[in-house]
Structures are given as structure tokens and as C-alpha cells.
């Protein structure tokens, strides 16, 4: 950013402008605009257009909102310890895709893809890393559509720590990735298909339930692992395959790095992946709650501020849940907890004039009450087949 950038008194300072795009989703942006501000001022009118606002964002990075979210999350573990399982922190790791404004910037950035009707559009996919039991998104990656899964995972390895359990789906298992990550010392789990791996096709027609295979890491494999930067594998990974028979009858084959069976019984797993989906879920809330797909520019730059801010965002409502779930009562924490879609709702407004003034104690008590009084009941083990098909229905353009 400009070391001038922001030095001019306007209405949209830097605070102001960081805080309107955390709380700039669900409906029109000029809309939004006059909305906010009169939370802001407690006056009517219209202090800044979407023009001014389209000038001021030029001038910030989005790098403005990982700083933020990093600066965030010691805070969070400070106050709330993160719940641990036999002393690991359960990480999952997942991507999604996001359908972007199709324009010539966006086209060079991101990569232009075509239907089977042969109608073009511009997409992105984005990788996050996401803590399991808090519901908070550590770190995340946005890049062209074809980046592929693992590719985008590999500069977010860093961010996880010794005692961090990597949660991976079906799209990320590779020896190559397997043997980086056993390399780097950083245990994981993972559900395996392997209809290519002799190994993992042996496993599952032989009944066992647990069986720990070396396997050598091969000349394809380096070539695959140089192909996306990765270089001096080990020669050989160890890794662990277990089977989980699943309620409906149905069974899944898992992979670990935890080879020892006496503090890792293989009975713990099936609960363990499944503890994966809640970033399926935080996609969606993403999507479908925080709307970030409606996207309130249409550059690149204006794309990942959107992108992060919403991440910021969606973190500081699971913060408040979260304060709200440790006040409830004990027999009514276990079944219930605070819905997410109001406490965003009721959050939005708040949290634009919170940023820029002082927070008296009685409004955050008030806000604090609502999500109280606004629960939703746990339902463990609730399940619905995926559909074969569904619309592709395209995101309203928010800026129009």
C-alpha cells in the first residue's frame, strides 16, 4: 500500500473502508452503503457512493485482511482454547470453487473454462485449512481454477503446527504428498480410494482392519512431486490403512501417519474423518450466508479483498457463537448450540460501528442474549445422500 494512501480526510478512512467490507453482504452495494453508514452516524442520507467507494479500495491490499486474521486468531486460542483430541488439534483441509465476474482482468488472473455448451466463464478455486473443533479458518488460498488441491495445499503447510492432525479427503492422497508430509513430520489422515495403489486394493479384499504398508517412492512419483515444486523425498513413506465399517453397512478405507495401535486404535477413526465435514459446512456458510460469490467489484484485487474479508468475518461471528456456547448450562450446551445464520444477521450492522467506536458492555451484553436466546439442536450422526444432480444457478451480481 502507498505510504500516502489514506493521509486525506474522507469519509472512507482506512478503518472505515476495512470495516465496511467485512460487513458489506446481502444486497445491493449502494444499499449496503447507506445502510451501514447510518448505523454508523444515526443519520439518513447518503455519505459515500459506489463510486467513492470504488476509488478508496484501489488504494488497500488484501493482504490487509490476512494480517488481520492472523492477528485475530492468537486472541481467539488465548481466550478459548481449542479442544484437542489425545493431544492433536484437528486440522481439515478442503477446497471449493467460486464463480467470478467474467472480464478481461479476471480472464488473465484467474483462467478462462467453458461448459459443454461451450459458454465460457471464469472460476477460482480456494483451499482453506480449518480447525475442526473451533470452528475457526486458519489460513486460506485463492488461485486459478486449475490449480490443482494439492498444489494449493503445499504453501499452507507452514502455517500448521507439530501437534496439528491434517484431515484430508479423497482428492488430495499421493505418495509423493504422503511422503512431504511425512518428511516434515506432519501426522495426518486421510480417506482412500486407491483403486491405482496395489497396496490399498490388496487392504481392502483381504478383510484385515489395520495394516501398516512401506512403500518406495519411485521415479514417477519424484517426477510428479518436481512437476509442483516439491524435490529430496525420502526414499520410502510408511503409512497406516485402516477400514471403517460405517452404520448403513458401507465401508471406507482410511490412511494415517499414526502407526501405533496401542494409543491409536483403529476404532477411533471413523469419528475422527468425520469430524472433516465441518468445513464442508464452513463453504457453505461462506456461500450461501456470507454471499461471497456476490462480489462487490470486479477486479482481482477487489475479488480476494471481498474473498478475505468474508473469512474475517465468518471468524469473528464463530467467536461470538463460541462465547455464547460456553455460557450456556451444561445440559443444554450438549444439545443445543447458537445458530450461526442469525448471529451473523444480528452481527452485521453491530459490527460495522463496533470497528470505529468504542463497544459499550451493554451492547454486547444485548447481542450476546439474542444469540443466546437463538438456538439450533445438535443432531450427531444426521446424513443426507449427496443428489446426483443440481442447478448450477449463477450469483446475483451484488455491485448491480
Not at 484385515?208 to 529430496?232: C, E, F, H, K, P
Request: aromatic letters at 8%.
Amino acid at each position: 500500500m502507498d505510504a500516502k494512501a489514506f493521509s486525506r480526510q474522507r469519509v472512507l478512512t482506512f478503518p472505515v473502508l476495512v470495516a465496511f467490507l467485512l460487513c458489506a453482504f446481502k444486497g445491493s452495494l449502494q444499499a449496503l452503503l447507506d445502510e451501514l453508514f447510518e448505523a454508523l452516524t444515526g443519520e439518513n442520507g447518503r455519505a459515500v457512493t459506489k463510486s467513492g467507494l470504488s476509488q478508496a479500495r484501489l488504494k488497500l491490499k488484501h493482504s490487509a485482511f490476512i494480517a488481520l486474521n492472523d492477528h485475530l486468531l492468537p486472541l481467539l486460542e488465548s481466550h478459548w482454547p481449542e479442544p484437542r483430541w489425545r493431544s492433536f488439534r484437528l486440522v481439515a483441509a478442503d477446497a471449493t470453487v467460486l464463480r467470478l465476474p467474467n472480464n478481461p482482468r479476471t480472464q488473465a488472473e484467474f483462467g478462462v473454462q467453458s461448459d459443454r455448451h461451450g459458454q465460457s466463464s471464469v472460476m477460482a478455486r480456494a483451499l482453506g485449512l480449518y480447525s475442526t473443533a473451533s470452528g475457526r479458518m486458519l489460513k486460506a488460498n485463492l488461485s486459478g481454477y486449475r490449480g490443482g488441491e494439492r498444489e494449493l495445499l503445499l504453501p499452507l503447510l507452514p502455517v500448521l503446527q507439530p501437534d496439528d492432525l491434517l484431515l484430508l479427503d479423497r482428492g488430495f492422497p499421493s505418495v509423493w504428498l504422503f511422503a512431504l508430509l511425512q518428511q516434515q513430520r506432519r501426522p495426518f489422515l486421510a480417506r482412500i480410494d486407491g483403486g491405482q495403489w496395489a497396496e490399498v486394493t490388496a487392504f481392502a479384499g483381504s478383510g484385515l482392519s489395520d495394516q501398516v504398508i512401506t512403500r518406495a517412492v519411485g521415479r514417477d512419483t519424484r517426477r510428479a512431486a518436481r512437476a509442483v515444486g516439491v524435490d529430496n523425498l525420502p526414499d520410502t513413506v510408511t503409512f497406516r490403512l485402516i477400514r471403517v465399517r460405517l452404520e448403513n453397512g458401507s465401508e471406507q478405507i482410511l490412511v494415517t501417519s499414526l502407526l501405533d495401535t496401542e494409543n491409536y486404535p483403529a476404532d477411533d477413526f471413523a469419528g475422527l474423518y468425520h469430524a472433516r465435514w465441518s468445513i464442508e459446512e464452513a463453504f457453505k456458510c461462506l456461500k450461501q450466508r456470507l454471499t461471497v460469490e456476490q462480489f462487490s467489484g470486479e477486479s482481482p484485487e477487489a475479488i480476494r479483498q471481498d474473498f478475505y474479508a468474508k473469512l474475517l468475518t465468518a471468524n469473528l461471528a464463530e467467536a461470538f457463537a463460541h462465547s455464547v456456547q460456553q455460557t450456556l448450562p451444561e445440559h443444554k450446551a450438549g444439545r443445543y448450540q447458537p445458530n450461526l445464520t442469525y448471529t451473523l444477521a444480528r452481527l452485521r450492522l453491530r459490527l460495522f460501528a463496533w470497528l470505529l467506536n468504542p463497544l459499550g458492555p451493554d451492547e454486547l451484553s444485548t447481542l450476546l442474549d439474542l444469540i443466546a436466546k437463538t438456538l439450533e439442536r445438535k443432531r450427531p450422526g444426521r446424513s443426507a445422500p449427496r443428489p446426483k444432480s443440481r442447478p448450477n444457478l449463477k450469483p446475483r451480481r451484488q455491485y448491480k
